[in-house]
């Protein structure tokens, strides 16, 4: 069983920045890809970021070359550095992390940002 802890969201202005923390506590089985989803009310969950192991990362059209995804998969961490964050970006960020058995989410942490 696999448990993901979040933390750093919060309320920052148009043009800020947050840092997003992910530590997933496990046993046994190894985590192959760790990252970040987030639902903004009214819409489906989607994928902002992902870390695989060997190095390759994925990110949504809309937040690249601003959020950068980080971390370690055999430490079981995983950061997403939010810079010059837009209204739009307003939702909650679920950490993300699977194996060749499982995929898990957290439990959320609220973004929002001001304009």
């Known amino acids: 069983q696999v448990q993901l802890v979040e933390s750093g969201g919060g309320l920052v202005q148009a043009g800020g920045s947050l840092r997003l923390s992910c530590v997933a506590v496990a046993s046994g089985l190894g985590i192959n890809a760790m990252g970040w989803y987030r639902q903004a009310p009214g819409k489906q969950r989607e994928l902002v970021a992902l870390s695989r192991s060997g190095g390759s990362t994925i990110y949504a059209d809309s937040v690249k070359g601003r959020f950068t995804i980080s971390g370690d998969n055999a430490k079981k961490t995983v950061y997403l550095q939010m810079n010059s964050l837009q209204p739009d970006d307003t939702a909650v960020y679920y950490c993300?992390?699977?194996?060749?058995?499982?995929?898990?989410w957290g439990q959320g942490t609220q973004v929002t940002v001001s304009s």
């Open positions: 993300y992390a699977q194996s060749i058995y499982y995929q898990k």
